[in-house]
């Protein structure tokens, strides 16, 4: 992990981004007083996620689909309820 300045990351901010993109960390000071961190992000997973993943952890209960009361979408629509 480095630490730089910012007159020394806007001098050489091609050199720092180099670094960052090759996995390394850089810590962004003012008057060596650290501010912000610049790094490298994690790539995203290409990984398909599993069918069933969650299997046995809640249970959907059987009136899923049935109508949601008058009062719930009425707070939904910003109607006040009486």
Same mark, same amino acid.
């Given at each position: ?20 993109? +090759? #996995?390394?960390? &850089?810590?962004?000071?003012?008057? !060596?007083? *650290? ?8 790539? =995203? ?9 969650? +299997? #046995?952890?809640? &249970?959907?209960?059987?009136?899923? !689909?049935? *109508? ?8 939904? =629509? ?5």
């Amino acid at each position: 992990m480095v630490r730089i300045n910012i007159t020394e990351a806007k001098n050489h901010l091609s050199k720092y981004l180099r670094r960052v993109k +090759k #996995g390394e960390t &850089i810590i962004l000071c003012e008057r !060596n007083v *650290p501010f912000a961190e610049i790094g490298p992000i994690k790539p =995203e997973s290409r990984q398909l996620r599993p069918i069933g993943l969650d +299997k #046995g952890r809640f &249970i959907v209960p059987e009136n899923i !689909n049935d *109508p949601l009361p008058d009062w719930l979408l009425d707070a939904f =629509e910003g109607k006040k309820s009486e």
